[in-house]
Nanobody, 127 residues
Framework: VQLVESGGGLVQTGGSLKLSCVVS????????KAWFRQAPGKEREFVAA????????YYGDSVTGRFTITGDNAKKMVFLEMNALKPEDTATYYC?????????????????????WGQGTQVTVSS
């Protein structure tokens, strides 16, 4: 399984970016997908997840109401739309996938749940 992120860049405070992740898993729909981020000197932080069924989504407290995670089964992609960006959103953003369809919802917030990871894409928000 390979994951490749794209869409990062430099944006001003209050701006928007949309990250994309191509997930080579088969079948794509069997995997829960998530976004995490890591800022320099900080631990990796949960951002958002979408269940394998794509019915449910989950968000970290710091991004709720500003970020939206979606999936496109036909294109085997997962997206993270980020609005109202703040300097504290600056980080490397990682796409991740979990192949276990029995994973409890509360475990989707946890980094160790995910077996597959992308290489990351940098998001920088200038003040």
């Amino acid at each position: 399984v390979q994951l490749v992120e794209s869409g990062g860049g430099l944006v001003q405070t209050g701006g928007s970016l949309k990250l994309s992740c191509v997930v080579s898993a088969r079948p794509f729909s069997n995997y829960a997908k998530a976004w995490f981020r890591q800022a320099p000197g900080k631990e990796r932080e949960f951002v958002a997840a979408i269940s394998w069924s794509a019915v449910r989504t989950y968000y970290g407290d710091s991004v709720t109401g500003r970020f939206t995670i979606t999936g496109d089964n036909a294109k085997k992609m997962v997206f993270l739309e980020m609005n109202a960006l703040k300097p504290e959103d600056t980080a490397t953003y990682y796409c991740a996938a979990d192949r276990d369809r029995t994973t409890a919802p509360q475990d989707l917030y946890m980094e160790q749940t995910y077996e597959y990871w992308g290489q990351g894409t940098q998001v920088t928000v200038s003040s």
